[in-house]
């Protein structure tokens, strides 16, 4: 897919392998290939194992591509790995980027430390960031007493201080109470005002529906679709429709139309059925008649992108009744 201005990233089939058990061969990305504009926010995802955390390594020059290539600002991640790095800062899942023997404040200035600027030049900008987090009142709490919340606050907060043009965030909001999650999901909404350039990958979905233009989901190791949020809800809108019916149809005639359509019973009794082309309202027209059912109404529904993105990694991406071709995902989506 095309996007404005340069490209910041450039993974280009990659693909990585690992020993498993009994020394079998793991596959783990099987060519991938994806850009990411300068000031875009990306979303990369995928259900578990699906290769998206290798793929947030590869791109941070922790890990190196088998095959393939991933160059950051120009440069490749294996050839001129630290020249590609300084450009990047990372939050990876389990708040790896911290140490949690230092105190909330010494974490700050040594890893700003560590990226060539000292403590004098950086004063001014931590004590902004332990503002802007909430984390004033801990600056000089160790890290490991601080709550999992605390602790992610601060992850973001040492990566933004490194003030590289790449921030990427790989779970920012997992294992969060509901208030924390809202004061973490409130500062990447901060993030991404300031046009930077985000590859995010999360399972939080209103997170991704809110903040990501354009996402790329992986599954099995390949990208399934990579294309605009707002594009990808428009074309499963335009499939949804919910059929009330004025008394639930018989067990054995809804087993029929599942084997005809993608179709799932409300609680209150309700067809939500996803249609995969222009005739098809006709042919569930026909077959409910034929089921017997009386109609009370028809609707199309406003699908969330948490169920967006259950279709799109269904059956790895398969074509089939609950998931149009990639082919036509790609051709709904328009170059930016």
Same mark, same amino acid.
């Given at each position: 897919?095309s996007?404005?201005?340069a490209?910041?990233?450039?993974?280009?089939?990659?693909?990585?392998?690992?020993?498993?058990?009994?020394?079998?061969?793991?596959?783990?990305?099987?060519?991938?290939?994806?850009?990411?504009?300068? $000031?875009?926010?990306? $979303?990369?995802?995928?259900?578990?194992?699906?290769?998206?955390?290798?793929?947030?390594?590869?791109?941070? $020059?922790?890990?190196?591509?088998?095959?393939?290539?991933?160059?950051?600002?120009?440069?490749?991640?294996?050839?001129?790995r630290?020249?590609?790095?300084?450009?990047?800062?990372?939050?990876?899942? $389990?708040?790896?980027?911290?140490?949690?023997?230092?105190?909330?404040?010494?974490n700050?200035?040594?890893?700003?430390?560590?990226?060539?600027?000292?403590?004098?030049?950086?004063?001014?900008?931590?004590? %902004?960031?332990?503002?802007?987090?909430?984390?004033?009142?801990?600056?000089?709490?160790?890290?490991?007493? !601080?709550?999992?919340?605390?602790?992610?606050?601060?992850?973001?907060?040492?990566?933004?201080?490194?003030?590289?043009?790449?921030?990427?965030?790989?779970?920012?909001?997992?294992?969060?109470?509901?208030?924390?999650?809202?004061?973490?999901?409130?500062?990447?909404? %901060?993030?991404?005002?300031?046009?930077?350039?985000?590859?995010?990958?999360?399972?939080?979905?209103?997170?991704?529906? %809110?903040?990501?233009?354009?996402?790329?989901?992986?599954?099995?190791?390949?990208?399934?679709t990579?294309?605009?949020?707002?594009?990808?809800?428009? !074309?499963?809108?335009?499939?949804?429709?919910?059929v009330?019916?004025?008394?639930?149809?018989?067990?054995?005639?809804?087993?029929?139309?599942?084997?005809?359509?993608?179709?799932?019973?409300?609680?209150?009794?309700? #067809?939500?059925?996803? !249609?995969?082309?222009?005739?098809?309202?006709?042919? #569930?027209?026909?077959?409910?008649?034929?089921?017997?059912?009386?109609?009370?109404?028809?609707?199309?529904?406003?699908?969330?992108?948490?169920?967006?993105?259950?279709?799109?990694?269904?059956?790895?991406?398969?074509?089939?009744?609950?998931?149009?071709?990639?082919?036509?995902?790609?051709?709904?989506?328009?170059?930016?």
């Amino acid at each position: 897919m095309s996007t404005s201005g340069a490209s910041l990233i450039e993974v280009r089939d990659v693909r990585k392998t690992y020993r498993g058990a009994n020394r079998a061969t793991v596959v783990a990305v099987d060519g991938v290939s994806f850009d990411v504009a300068r $000031g875009e926010v990306l $979303g990369l995802l995928g259900p578990n194992g699906a290769g998206k955390t290798t793929t947030i390594k590869m791109a941070c $020059g922790l890990v190196h591509p088998d095959a393939g290539s991933v160059r950051v600002a120009g440069h490749d991640t294996r050839t001129h790995r630290l020249r590609a790095v300084r450009h990047v800062a990372a939050v990876l899942e $389990g708040n790896r980027n911290l140490y949690w023997r230092l105190s909330v404040r010494e974490n700050l200035v040594y890893f700003a430390g560590n990226r060539g600027r000292s403590p004098r030049e950086v004063a001014r900008r931590c004590d %902004e960031l332990l503002e802007r987090f909430g984390l004033g009142p801990k600056r000089d709490e160790v890290v490991a007493k !601080l709550s999992r919340g605390m602790q992610q606050k601060l992850a973001i907060a040492v990566a933004l201080l490194a003030d590289t043009e790449v921030l990427v965030l790989d779970e920012p909001t997992l294992g969060l109470d509901v208030e924390t999650g809202h004061e973490v999901r409130a500062l990447l909404r %901060e993030i991404a005002a300031e046009r930077r350039t985000v590859v995010l990958s999360t399972h939080d979905m209103p997170v991704v529906e %809110e903040l990501c233009r354009r996402v790329v989901v992986v599954s099995g190791g390949r990208v399934v679709t990579d294309a605009l949020v707002a594009d990808l809800l428009k !074309l499963f809108q335009s499939r949804a429709y919910r059929v009330a019916l004025a008394a639930p149809l018989p067990t054995e005639e809804v087993a029929r139309l599942r084997a005809r359509f993608a179709l799932t019973v409300a609680d209150d009794g309700a #067809l939500e059925v996803d !249609l995969t082309g222009p005739g098809e309202v006709y042919r #569930l027209m026909d077959a409910l008649r034929a089921a017997g059912a009386e109609l009370e109404g028809i609707e199309r529904t406003t699908p969330r992108f948490e169920e967006v993105f259950r279709r799109l990694v269904q059956d790895g991406g398969a074509p089939g009744p609950a998931l149009p071709p990639l082919l036509a995902l790609k051709e709904a989506t328009v170059a930016v």
